[in-house]
């Protein structure tokens, strides 16, 4: 990350960016731009806006959805119904619908198939899903659900711009509308790093910032311009 509040700092994990700024800014607002910064700095990408939403929120909104939907397979529903912290019922393996305890306990989950990559995937499942199971409401339906989520969320948005997003983006799920995400660091360019964080040496994986930059900037669609010498 860059310099933050008269602080220097080496190359840390992303969580760890965001926790920094909201511990040297004092609040999430820190957090959010520290984040910004960050990406902007290593790969070029300008964020506009954020959400977060904590472990209760998730759980309230997934609920407030009734549920969502998702491809279980039977390493993950045994490892969910072990899960006595969130899930209270069984779950099959196939397509099934996950109430808020379970789709958390299914997004959090490490010790399934490849560690941190298929999580990541998990969590990417989990948004896509959240967001296909409003095309299923009418727009009054959307609007008080709306009502009872914004209460729950922080963003450095005002609840007009999220409601304006939201009215923008539902029609073009309900006329058909793929949502598509990737991860990084990409299969083809990643390396293992030695750090030293607080006197503990941890592994980290590293990638070639310059160019995932310019892989997720042509992902979702960024202009490149050129500098005219």
Not at 50 to 57: M, Y
Not at 154 to 178: H, Q, R, S, V, W
Not at 187 to 193: G, P
Request: glycine share 8%; net charge negative.
């Amino acid at each position: 990350p860059p310099d933050y509040m008269g602080k220097k700092f080496g190359r840390i994990k992303l969580n760890t960016v965001y926790h920094l700024g909201s511990h040297y800014q004092g609040s999430i607002a820190g957090s959010m731009e520290l984040m910004n910064m960050t990406l902007y700095n290593n790969f070029g990408i300008e964020v506009d806006h954020n959400i977060e939403v904590d472990f209760e929120a998730f759980m309230d909104i997934i609920n407030i959805l009734g549920g969502i939907e998702i491809e279980i397979n039977q390493a993950e529903a045994d490892y969910l119904n072990k899960d006595d912290l969130y899930v209270r019922y069984d779950v099959e393996p196939g397509l099934q619908k996950l109430d808020g305890m379970a789709a958390l306990s299914y997004a959090r989950m490490r010790k399934v198939g490849h560690g941190d990559y298929e999580r990541t995937e998990r969590q990417r499942e989990v948004i896509s899903s959240v967001l296909y199971s409003l095309t299923y409401a009418d727009l009054m339906e959307i609007h008080g659900m709306f009502t009872q989520i914004l209460p729950m969320i922080t963003t450095n948005m005002t609840n007009k711009e999220i409601t304006n997003y939201a009215f923008e983006f539902i029609p073009m799920l309900l006329d058909g509308l793929e949502i598509q995400s990737q991860r990084i660091p990409y299969d083809d360019n990643q390396y293992t790093m030695t750090v030293e964080i607080d006197g503990v040496i941890d592994y980290q994986l590293g990638c070639d910032t310059k160019a995932t930059g310019q892989r997720l900037r042509e992902f979702i669609g960024m202009v490149e311009t050129e500098t005219a010498n």
